[in-house]
């Protein structure tokens, strides 16, 4: 019998303390990430990371620490800084995402 | 927003000088800062209705609504390493906010740069801004709020009807202010623009000289418009 995968989209919206508004939709699967779009109303230089942070994260276990460090690493690789969020408060957004289920 | 890429990249290309842009928007429209997603941010069916456009902007940053009756805008383009252009993004944002700052200095408003990207008068948010480093320039672009309706804004941005409490609309008001509610007077356009220019001018030691569009500026305007900033591609891309 073919097992059951479970698979959810889905959006949350997680407020930085003291800080930015940050927008998740994510599309999870079996506990990975298969697809996700950050939004938010951050700052980042130069804008275009956000896209590679996204794809970076394909694949990725739904988990705080692991999500911190691929955000950490790609920002690191292209000299970016993220201003009004760290990669920490990228992944608790995400990672808000698994609460809300 | 076409505009203002247009300059950038003329100045790229060193066949402008930096440039001061002060301007309004006809007919009124709401921006989203680059990492926003637009149908989350703004009610695009109320847009539609009441003749309000909708744009996405190369900067971060927030949803602003541009009242052509209570906003302007300004941009500032200025080569990377010019001296009002650091590398450390958030103290350049304090340098040419600075600008903005002065300005409301010369209609009598008492008004502070408050990290990140705002600026506050009697502890209130009266001006939002944003900054990009692209195109070997750095772009700094941001509204003064010279009037707000607080309902109007409401309706526009996309926040949940049953949300739109007396309390919330009440707590804006206590979070955002405008040049006319601070000063309890009616503050003109022209006044304003002429004590932006003043500030400016006078905060960042700059000589303004008035000009206009070079017609490779115009053009190349006219085309991103076409291929970008009116296009659902980019303003629905997220």
């Known amino acids: ?101 | 927003m076409a505009i203002d890429e247009a300059i950038m990249r003329s100045l790229k290309e060193e066949r402008v000088p930096p440039t001061l842009r002060l301007y309004r928007w006809n007919p009124s429209a709401v921006s989203i800062g680059t990492f926003q997603g637009m149908k989350e941010e703004v009610d695009l069916e109320y847009c539609g209705k009441n003749n309000i456009d909708y744009i996405r902007r190369i900067t971060g940053g927030g949803a602003v609504y541009h009242d052509f009756d209570g906003e302007i805008t300004y941009s500032i383009i200025l080569p990377r390493g010019h001296r009002l252009a650091p590398d450390d993004i958030l103290g350049s944002y304090e340098v040419l906010c600075s600008g903005v700052v002065k300005g409301l200095e010369h209609l009598g408003i008492d008004a502070q740069f408050k990290p990140i990207n705002d600026i506050v008068a009697g502890g209130k948010k009266v001006s939002g801004n944003a900054q990009t480093r692209r195109h070997s320039c750095v772009l700094q672009h941001g509204t003064v709020l010279l009037d707000l309706d607080v309902e109007v804004m409401f309706s526009i941005l996309k926040v949940p009807q049953e949300k739109i409490s007396d309390k919330m609309i009440a707590d804006v008001k206590e979070r955002v202010t405008s040049i006319r509610d601070l000063l309890a007077s009616d503050v003109s356009m022209d006044e304003l623009r002429d004590a932006l220019v003043a500030g400016f001018s006078e905060a960042l030691k700059l000589e303004l000289v008035p000009g206009n569009l070079t017609e490779e500026e115009t053009a190349l305007a006219a085309s991103l418009v076409q291929e970008k900033y009116a296009t659902d591609e980019w303003n629905l891309s997220r």
């Open chain 1, 1 to 101: 019998m073919e097992s059951l995968k479970v698979r959810i989209l889905e959006f949350t919206s997680y407020k930085i303390p003291d800080g930015k508004m940050v927008k998740v939709r994510v599309d999870v699967k079996n506990d990975s990430i298969q697809g996700i779009t950050i939004l938010g109303d951050f700052f980042l230089h130069p804008e275009d990371t956000l896209v590679e942070i996204e794809e970076e994260l394909v694949g990725i276990v739904l988990e705080e620490e692991s999500i911190t460090n691929v955000i950490q690493r790609v920002l690191d690789t292209n000299s970016a800084v993220l201003i009004g969020a760290s990669a920490r408060d990228l992944a608790k957004a995400i990672m808000s995402a698994r609460r809300t289920r």
